[in-house]
């Protein structure tokens, strides 16, 4: 598997995710409470763990912050990226009273239509994909740190 392609694959794996949980959520009649949007964080988490993870076992000691980082990055911005492009068909063509269902319980006096859900879930999605990607890249960073000689006094 080659390790600079990588990003792709879980990318798409993580907007498959989301947006099964988001028909899941459609089938049982609970895609309109907000709150169990958090799930979404929980899906991308895993899902950007595993592609960094996923990169360090396959580079092994030429692994490095920026190829991690890059890895991280660029699944999550894809994910939502494919993510959102699903919603903005589903608010425009497939359920076009799904925004403002969401809109009159959330934001009462702004009814801006389905762009501004739009807006919100792509600034959301790089904004989680950016959060968790430093995040994690903390626990699979390479460790600068020098091993210390003990010495007999």
């Known amino acids: 598997m ?3 392609k990588i990003h792709f694959r879980y990318g798409l794996f993580i ?4 947006i099964a949980y ?3 959520l459609k089938l049982i009649g609970w895609h309109e409470f907000i709150w ?4 979404n964080g929980l899906i991308v988490a895993y899902g950007l763990y595993a592609v960094i993870r996923l990169r360090r076992v396959l580079e092994g000691d030429k692994f490095s912050y920026y190829n991690g980082f890059k890895s991280g990055l660029f699944a999550g911005f894809l994910a939502t990226l494919i993510f959102v492009g699903f919603m903005a068909i589903y608010m425009y063509h497939i359920d076009p ?3 403002e269902t969401i809109m009159g319980s959330w934001i009462k006096d702004y009814n801006q239509g389905p762009g501004i859900l739009i807006f919100i879930l792509i600034i959301e999605g790089f904004a989680s994909s950016v959060i968790l990607t430093l995040a994690f890249m903390q626990k699979f960073k390479p460790s600068w740190n ?3 000689n003990v010495q007999n006094a």
């Open 146 to 148: 020098l091993k210390k």
């Open 15 to 18: 907007a498959i995710a989301l």
């Open 36 to 39: 169990l949007r958090l799930f």
């Open 2 to 4: 080659d390790p600079h």
């Open 97 to 99: 009273s799904f925004p």
């Open 22 to 24: 988001f028909l899941i």
